[in-house]
């Protein structure tokens, strides 16, 4: 590593900070981008200085329109199911994500979730943490399948 390097990785440790957020310092809220989810902050956005993002999303109401088509302006965005399950639309396909399923959404992907179990809960980890949300188009052609009902 050269100098330059090691000065950049030490300025970036800097802008950073430790934590650790136990299971009972945050708990889920129903403040965030869908009003048909829930949320838990775990901490990052702040440790990160708004770098990175990341938080756990749960179902709290059965699915209905879903998220619509939309768009992130972001970096980099993950989804890692570790609960139950989903159905997403990625552009034209559509996309199954179960627990212990990861996924990465390239930047600018057009998507829409629009259909989860229950139980479905997933860590989102997002950079940087205030990523923008845009609705977008349909695809041309595609349909979204209808969603399953809860019991």
Known sequence: MSVVDLKNAEATQAETSFSHV??????????????????????????TNGKVIAHLVRAKNPP???????????????????????????????????????????????HYLFDYSPDMEYLEIVGPANFGTVDAPAPAGVTVPPVTPWK
């Open 22 to 47: 136990k299971e009972g310092d945050t708990h889920f809220h129903g403040t965030g981008l869908r009003g048909f989810f829930e949320y838990r902050d775990l901490g990052v956005a702040d440790a």
């Open 64 to 110: 209905k329109d879903g998220t619509g088509w939309h768009r992130h302006i972001a970096d980099f965005q993950i989804v890692l199911m570790t609960k139950g399950w989903a159905r997403f639309m990625y552009e034209d396909k559509e996309t199954f994500v179960q627990a212990g399923d990861c996924v990465h959404q390239r930047p600018g992907i057009v």
